[in-house]
Nanobody, 120 residues
């Protein structure tokens, strides 16, 4: 069973920066894609940023384009989310999401979530 350990959340003032990290362990097969989602109170979970581990097909939510950057450290099975110019609207629980491919089957895994709070 893949384990995802997230870190880097916290409280920051508007305009500040945070970097989230998610490390995957106990991976069987190959990680094919990694992403970050977020869920604010009373709202549905939404995609923030996603990328294939080849670096292709990177995409961002419109609300974070130009402010957030997703990157993958393949040897360490780690995905990072650099968040700059944070806004109060970015306040949410951020979840790491990983897809693997093993024995001709794909599987999806979620992290436990890390809280990001942006004060005005």
């Amino acid at each position: 069973q893949v384990q995802l350990v997230e870190s880097g959340g916290g409280v920051v003032r508007a305009g500040g920066s945070l970097r989230l990290s998610c490390a995957a362990s106990r991976v069987s097969g190959k990680i094919t894609a990694m992403a970050w989602y977020r869920q604010a109170p009373g709202k549905q979970r939404e995609l923030v940023a996603a990328t294939q581990t080849t670096g292709e097909n990177t995409r961002y939510a419109d609300s974070v384009k130009g402010r957030f950057t997703i990157s993958v450290d393949n040897p360490r099975n780690t995905v990072l989310l650099q968040m700059n110019r944070l806004e109060p609207e970015d306040t949410a629980v951020y979840y790491c999401n990983v897809w693997t491919f093993y024995h001709w089957k794909s599987a999806e895994y979620w992290g436990q979530g890390t809280q990001v709070t942006v004060s005005s």
